[in-house]
């Protein structure tokens, strides 16, 4: 553990994984007891501000993405989505009335509601309509249902037959379930998503390492910029610590104005 944090200098992250295999080893594997290791050198945790984009660069890299791409960007960036929660999304989840969008089993088994844009709401309901069209044929195929999650496809094994449980983002192809080996529709899977958003930054000459979570930390800002509290945005992103979403007062445009460099 020493050797990794004083010669290796890895990441605190990287120590801890490393951590917790050698206690995995010996409690599970080699089943003995492991002496203290408390003692070892621990990697220093340093704070990364997260990379944002200005109203500016989201629009020009928006204007690089179209179709499908370019409304889950709109999505993930709008609703503050993570990659994986937007890929998840069922038709069930898209309250138009309401204007809400609920995360179901997010990041700690936890739902949560966020805001549905009021400019979206048209173009996602007519991809929708083309949604319905795939799901029809699938039906007409006599395809299994999509993946439910965990016991609930015990409870009811005819639900992912059902127009509600189907993805908003489904996958053109079939793929085969890894667990079942049943072949069914899966959603549009990560890479596909995170290749179009990395060729979207570049072809927009962004100068900013951009990710699809990039998206996720610009809502975030942007709504902190625009006055909204801390305690809102910490619902909206499904935090469990308000210090985690505290990060973004860091990097929050409003908090700088009235600050003038002594340069100027």
């Known amino acids: 553990m020493t050797y990794l944090a004083v010669e290796q200098n890895v990441a605190i992250s990287t120590q801890n994984q490393a951590f917790n295999s050698i206690l995995f080893l010996f409690r599970h594997v080699l089943d003995k007891k492991i002496d203290d290791i408390s003692e070892a050198v621990r ?3 340093n704070r990364r501000l997260p990379v944002v984009l200005t109203k500016q660069e989201i629009g020009r890299l928006f204007d ?3 179709g499908v791409n370019l409304l889950m960007a709109e999505i993930i960036y709008g609703c503050g989505l993570r990659l994986q ?15 809400a969008v609920t995360i179901r089993i997010g990041k700690g088994d936890k739902d949560r509601e966020t805001v549905l844009p009021e400019s979206l709401k048209d173009v996602l309901a007519s991809h929708l309509q083309k ?3 795939i799901f029809d044929k699938d039906r007409a195929d006599d395809l299994p249902g999509v993946q439910l999650p965990y016991a609930f496809e015990r409870k009811s094994p005819n639900a992912g037959k059902e127009w509600p449980w189907f993805w908003v983002f489904p996958s053109n192809t079939l793929s085969v379930d890894p667990i079942t080996n049943i072949v069914r529709r899966h959603h549009v899977f990560r890479g596909h998503m995170q290749k179009r958003i990395k060729h979207a930054a570049i ?6 390492r951009i990710t699809v979570h990039t998206l996720r930390h610009s809502f975030a800002t942007h709504l902190l910029e625009s ?4 305690r809102t945005i910490q619902d909206l992103l499904g935090h469990n610590d308000l210090n985690t979403t505290m990060i973004y ?3 929050a445009h409003k908090n700088r104005l009235g600050v003038k460099s002594p340069l100027d």
Do not use: M, W, Y
């Open 249 to 251: 007062t860091h990097v």
């Open 85 to 99: 929660e937007c890929l998840q999304l069922r038709v069930k989840d898209i309250d138009f009335e309401r204007n």
């Open 203 to 208: 072809n927009a000459n962004i100068p900013k």
């Open 43 to 45: 990697a220093k945790g």
């Open 131 to 133: 949604v319905r069209k």
């Open 64 to 66: 690089k993405l179209s």
């Open 227 to 230: 006055g909204h509290d801390i």
